[in-house]
């Protein structure tokens, strides 16, 4: 149920044409484990007003273990839209379950300077060019989609993570259909290329619903396997 967390960064928005930001939406999903239902997510994008944008999630267990630890799962990207793509200012991540307290957090100052914490440790360093939280890589993978990456090729993002900026890479790997709460869809699949982990990450990105996805799939080294679908979107 811990790792639950580790899906609450990718979902669904609405269609939109390229080189303008997503329509506001709110969206609901149902995660399970191994088969079965562990919680519940609901993910939302606002328009803050001045061009950015807040984008957040709050991820519940709502049956199993996850019920009874009380796990929530908070992530808040503010975000900044130009020319087309959208760049991270700030992201506040907070975990909270009985017996178990994570957060983490960053900010952007003008100057590239970056302020960063994961719960005891901290760091400051400068980024040169426009940087990405993990919550907000779901954006930037249906913006790439939409701009013509559709059926083949690697999309590469550069990530704030723990005192540096990561080179986050997927892998575009042809369409399937996936089953939902809305019907089959025809989505674009996309995978996590990683170098030095047995864990694989594997997202099903809807055309109709502007390249974000329908549906999110985590396989852990131990074999635990984590997904998300979409159940309900307004």
Same mark, same amino acid.
């Given at each position: 149920?811990? &790792?639950?967390?580790?899906?609450?960064?990718?979902?669904?928005?609405? $269609?939109?044409?390229?080189?303008?930001?997503?329509?506001?939406?709110?969206?609901?999903?149902?995660?399970?484990?191994?088969?079965?239902?562990? /919680?519940?997510?609901?993910?939302?994008?606002?328009?803050?007003?001045? /061009?950015? +944008?807040?984008?957040?999630?709050?991820?519940?267990?709502?049956?199993?273990?996850?019920?009874?630890?009380?796990?929530?799962?908070?992530?808040?990207?503010?975000?900044?839209? %130009?020319?087309?793509?959208?760049?991270?200012?700030?992201?506040?991540?907070?975990?909270?379950?009985?017996?178990?307290? &994570?957060?983490?957090?960053?900010?952007?100052?003008?100057?590239?300077?970056?302020?960063?914490?994961?719960?005891?440790?901290? +760091?400051?360093?400068? @980024?040169?060019?426009?940087?990405?939280?993990?919550?907000? $890589?779901?954006?930037?993978?249906?913006?790439?989609?939409?701009?013509?990456?559709?059926?083949?090729?690697?999309?590469?993002?550069?990530?704030?993570?723990? /005192?540096?900026?990561?080179? +986050?890479?997927? !892998? $575009?790997? /042809?369409?399937?259909?996936?089953?939902?709460?809305?019907?089959?869809? &025809?989505?674009?699949?996309? %995978? !996590?290329?990683?170098?030095?982990?047995?864990?694989?990450?594997?997202? +099903?990105? @809807?055309?109709?619903?502007?390249?974000?996805?329908?549906?999110?799939?985590?396989?852990?080294?131990?074999? %635990?396997?984590?997904?998300?679908?979409?159940?309900?979107?307004?």
């Amino acid at each position: 149920m811990i &790792r639950l967390l580790a899906l609450a960064s990718l979902l669904l928005g609405s $269609v939109c044409a390229a080189g303008t930001p997503l329509a506001p939406f709110s969206a609901s999903y149902v995660v399970q484990r191994n088969g079965k239902d562990l /919680g519940s997510m609901r993910m939302t994008l606002a328009a803050a007003g001045e /061009g950015r +944008w807040q984008f957040e999630s709050h991820t519940r267990g709502t049956s199993g273990m996850a019920s009874l630890l009380k796990v929530s799962i908070q992530e808040q990207s503010t975000l900044r839209y %130009e020319q087309g793509s959208y760049v991270s200012e700030a992201y506040r991540y907070q975990q909270d379950m009985l017996g178990r307290h &994570r957060s983490r957090d960053f900010q952007r100052g003008a100057d590239g300077s970056i302020a960063e914490r994961d719960n005891d440790k901290s +760091w400051r360093y400068t @980024a040169s060019g426009p940087v990405l939280d993990r919550h907000a $890589v779901v954006l930037a993978i249906a913006e790439a989609l939409r701009d013509g990456a559709v059926l083949q090729g690697e999309i590469a993002l550069p990530v704030v993570s723990k /005192g540096k900026v990561e080179s +986050w890479r997927f !892998r $575009v790997a /042809g369409e399937e259909s996936v089953d939902t709460a809305l019907g089959a869809l &025809r989505a674009v699949r996309v %995978e !996590r290329i990683r170098e030095d982990s047995k864990r694989t990450t594997v997202s +099903w990105h @809807a055309p109709q619903h502007a390249y974000l996805p329908v549906k999110v799939e985590q396989v852990e080294p131990d074999g %635990e396997r984590l997904v998300s679908v979409l159940s309900r979107m307004q």
